[in-house]
């Protein structure tokens, strides 16, 4: 892939799902799976990906991941609950999710605790993040490109993309082993104000 914005454009990285995308109502799970699959199919790698499945969903609720549903409808903070562990899944386990979000959940259920107001706070850093991503692939990129031009080399393209691919996904561990750090220093204190 030559093109640095066509590259970009194809991530979908700004696409989340957003409060006023969340009905006021309570959904069933085939509402939920619904709204999730119409907010993130364009960030599927291919068409046989799965999004969200009732399984997923299944399996977060018997993991504790969320609090409890009532009369199989999940409610705001549910889907906001969702969308997080849809967000971080990819990158760390199940297990370091839930302990992520158990201290939250807890607040969810005995306080009185304003889950919209955080989960604006998060889709604030992550636009900020998309912008410092986009930033960063270019400069990255165009280091590479220099770096390969000194190779004298036919193969340049393919030599590019090896390079990108080692490059990103050197970042991506760096990010996720960074995450798994504070999600231990967390069971460490046995609570989340601190980590």
Known sequence: MKNKNKLMESLNIDNHLLLEDIPNLDLYMDQVIQLFEDKFGSSKRNDDEKILTKTMINNYAKGKLFFPIKNKKYSKEHLILISMIYQMKSS?????????????????????????????CYLNVMAQNSMMFKSDVREQWKEIENEVKELDNDDATYLEQVLLVATFSSMSNYYRRAAEKIVDAMKEEGNTDEA
């Open 92 to 120: 760390l386990s199940i297990n370091d999710v839930k302990m992520t979000l158990e201290q939250l959940n807890a607040k969810i259920t005995d306080e009185e605790f304003d889950l919209q107001q955080l989960y604006q």
